[in-house]
């Protein structure tokens, strides 16, 4: 896996510096934003409409996550250890296992196979 990045995009910056309403907004109103493989280690996401985003191989160790619904997320390949999931809703690509590696030991999500 790679080093996760720090990039220009607007978008972006507004989840950096804590702008989750704003963030919001402009995404719901058809802005681009590509957070794949970004940096989101350790910000406040409460409040976060992340429905239609794609989070995969995200770092959100340390994220508050409380909760947020990412049922409709992409989050293939995200590390969350040590966030704070209460109330978050995952996808059911995801299991409870899955989830719980990642929260304990840092292990990247990764989604059930279709049998």
């Given at each position: 896996m790679s080093t996760p990045k720090l990039i220009d995009d607007p978008l972006y910056q507004l989840l950096r510096e804590g702008q989750?309403?704003?963030f919001n907004l402009r995404h719901q109103a058809g802005d681009p934003c590509d957070l794949r493989c970004t940096d989101l280690r350790g910000l406040?996401?409460?409040g976060l409409e992340a429905s239609g985003l794609d989070l995969s191989n995200c770092?959100?160790?340390q994220?508050?996550?409380r909760g947020v619904d990412f049922s409709n997320t992409r989050m293939k390949g995200v590390s969350i250890s040590g966030a704070?999931?209460?109330g978050a809703y995952?996808?059911?690509e995801l299991s409870a296992?899955?989830?719980t590696l990642s929260l304990l030991h840092?292990?990247?999500m990764r989604y059930r196979t279709k049998e």
């Open positions: 989750i309403e704003v406040d996401l409460r770092y959100l160790r994220a508050d996550l704070k999931i209460s995952f996808p059911a296992t899955e989830i840092g292990t990247r």
